[in-house]
């Protein structure tokens, strides 16, 4: 097995509240390899969005910061790393594909000199090859007419458009690893399914590891080799897709598949998960999940107020599970 591209291990992050420091990121641990997927998944609120800003250094300097952890790229330590040296790596090493692209295009700038901005910046070179070079990848993101639509701004896209523009951004140097925070939000499903088949296309031509940030588990389904669910700041789950949706080892795993809308098999009205994700600073104890948990009893609830189960080693080698019921529960996955 070769060592993994990206490694986030221990990670934990605070943000600044009225009333101290609070804890949103509390050790969070996961690999991606070379030319693999790997959605993280989770509500609203669960810390997927933070994990990633906080892998590229894009956390507010006053109202947030990195406590403990390690984000280490092709073995290269980016926390702690001098800000110079981090903006080099980033848009050339590590992209990021944001989750609303007309807020992440400058409406001021044609589309073509903001990627030649990045080819610029990162790989040197005259006005003119840069500015080739994004006619080139906009062509191969699939916008017809890409030397005439280099030239348009960000808002004479659609949103699918735009869409593949920010992925054209993300893959002008040809980065090792491109973290996607929710790309497909806010687009229909034939849009959705465009973009990721070109983001299954760009991962396999370029060898990319891709992170996929998204709170739809069809999405993690239709593209990841592997998923991290997590809740409340944690890792609660990693397994690999198929093991995950065919037998889940974590409760709230389970509770996101059963909450799912499914063609076959189940009908009536649709399973929701009771109740809602805690706060930062107002962690319960024992498990985070415990007060939603339909599978919970009276251990689960036991312990300090900071929700510091520790996760479980499982077989096959890389599943992980942060469950106290996890060798006794049989839980059900999708269909």
């Known amino acids: 097995m070769t060592e993994p591209l990206l490694v986030v291990e221990d990670l934990e992050v605070e943000f600044a509240t009225d009333d101290g420091w609070a804890t949103v990121l509390d050790g969070v641990s996961f690999t991606v390899g070379r030319g693999e997927t790997v959605g993280l998944v ?10 990633s800003l906080a892998a590229l250094g894009l956390l507010p300097d006053r109202s947030a910061r990195i406590t403990r952890g390690s984000v280490r790229l ?13 903006e080099a790596l980033r848009g050339d090493e590590i992209s990021m594909i944001f989750q609303e692209p007309m807020t992440s295009l400058d409406p001021a700038f044609r589309v073509g000199d903001q990627i030649a901005e990045v080819v610029r910046r990162h790989r040197g070179g005259s006005r003119r090859t840069a500015a080739a070079r994004a006619v080139e990848v906009l062509t191969k993101v699939g916008i017809p007419n890409a030397e005439r639509r280099a030239r348009s701004y960000p808002h004479e896209f659609s949103g699918g458009m735009r869409q593949r523009v920010m992925i054209a951004m993300a893959m002008a140097c040809e980065p090792k690893v491109i973290i996607a925070d929710e790309p497909t939000t806010a687009l229909d499903v034939t849009i959705q399914a465009q973009v990721l088949d070109l983001m299954r296309a760009m991962r396999d031509e370029f060898g990319t590891a891709v992170v996929f940030v998204t709170h739809d588990l069809g999405v993690v389904a239709g593209i990841c080799d592997r998923a991290v669910v997590m809740y409340a700041g944690q890792v609660v789950e990693q397994a690999s897709v198929d093991e995950l949706y065919h037998r889940p080892r974590h409760p709230y795993t389970e509770a996101l598949m059963t909450a799912m809308p499914q063609l076959t098999g189940r009908s009536g009205r649709l399973a929701t998960i009771p109740g809602r994700t805690p706060a930062p600073g107002a962690m319960p104890a024992g498990c985070r999940f415990h007060p939603r948990c339909g599978h919970a009893v009276a251990a689960c609830g036991e312990g300090d107020s900071g929700g510091r189960v520790e996760m479980r080693t499982l077989l096959p080698a890389g599943r992980e599970s942060r469950c106290l019921r996890v060798q006794e529960l049989a839980l059900r996955g999708t269909e």
């Open 42 to 51: 989770g509500e609203s609120g669960s810390g997927k969005t933070v994990t």
């Open 74 to 86: 092709d073995g290269v330590e980016l926390v702690g790393m001098p800000r110079r040296k981090l």
